[in-house]
C-alpha cells in the first residue's frame, strides 16, 4: 500500500501525457504502474481514463510572435548595419587613394534598406552615420595632412557631418514613405 501511495505523487500532467500510451498498450511496465497508481487515487484523472471528462487544455501562455519576430529583425538589421559599416569605412578608406569617394553614395540605399523594414532604426543608423563622419575625417587628417591640426580636423568633421547626415536624411525619407506606402497598402 505504501509503494502505491508513492507512485501516485506523480502529477496530473505526467499522467495524463501517459494515460494514450498506456490505453494503447505501449508504455512501459514502470509506467503503466505509474499511471494505475495515480489513477486509482485521482478522481480528475481517473475521470479522463473514463473518457468522461474533457481533457483539459494546458494554460500554457503562447508567446506572442510579433515581438520575437521584432526582436529578431532588430538584431538581423543591426547586424546588417555593422557589416554595412565595415563595408562603407574601408570604401572610404580606399577612396581616398584614388582621385574620388564615391561608396558614400552608398549610405543613402543602406538608410533607406533598414529604415523600410524597421521604422525604429533611426538611432543606430545616426550613430552609424557620425561613426562614419569621425572616420572619414580621422583618415582625411591622416591621408592627405602630414601633421594633425585641430582646425583642420574640425573642419573636416563638421563637413563630413553635414553631408553624411545629409545623404542619410534622403536615404532614411525614401525608407520611411516605402514602409508607409507598404502599410498603408496592407489596410486597404
Given amino acids: 500500500m505504501k509503494k502505491l ?5 506523480i502529477p496530473c500532467a505526467v499522467c495524463r501525457d501517459l494515460m494514450p500510451l498506456v490505453q494503447d498498450g505501449i508504455a512501459s511496465p514502470e509506467s503503466e504502474q505509474l499511471v494505475r497508481a495515480h489513477i486509482a487515487v485521482c478522481p480528475a484523472c481517473q475521470a479522463l481514463w473514463q473518457g468522461t471528462e474533457p481533457p483539459a487544455a494546458p494554460e500554457l501562455q503562447t508567446p506572442d510572435d510579433t515581438k520575437i519576430l521584432k526582436r529578431l529583425r532588430r538584431r538581423y538589421s543591426i547586424h546588417l548595419l555593422l557589416l554595412a559599416f565595415v ?3 574601408v570604401g572610404i578608406a580606399l577612396g581616398y587613394t584614388g582621385s574620388a569617394n564615391w561608396v558614400i553614395l552608398f549610405l543613402p540605399l543602406v538608410w533607406s534598406v533598414l529604415t523600410y523594414r524597421d521604422i525604429g532604426m533611426g538611432k543606430p543608423l545616426l550613430l552609424f552615420t557620425l561613426g562614419l563622419a569621425v572616420l572619414d575625417a ?4 591622416m591621408a592627405l595632412l602630414e601633421s594633425f591640426a585641430p582646425g583642420n580636423f574640425l573642419a573636416n568633421l563638421v563637413s563630413g557631418c553635414i553631408l553624411y547626415v545629409g545623404l542619410g536624411g534622403v536615404g532614411w525619407l525614401i525608407g520611411w514613405l516605402l514602409h508607409y506606402a507598404k502599410e498603408s497598402t496592407h489596410e486597404n
Avoid: L, S, T
Avoid at 5 to 9: D, I
Fill in 138 to 141: 580621422i583618415i582625411k587628417q
Fill in 87 to 89: 563595408g562603407i569605412a
Fill in 5 to 9: 501511495a508513492e507512485n501516485a505523487k
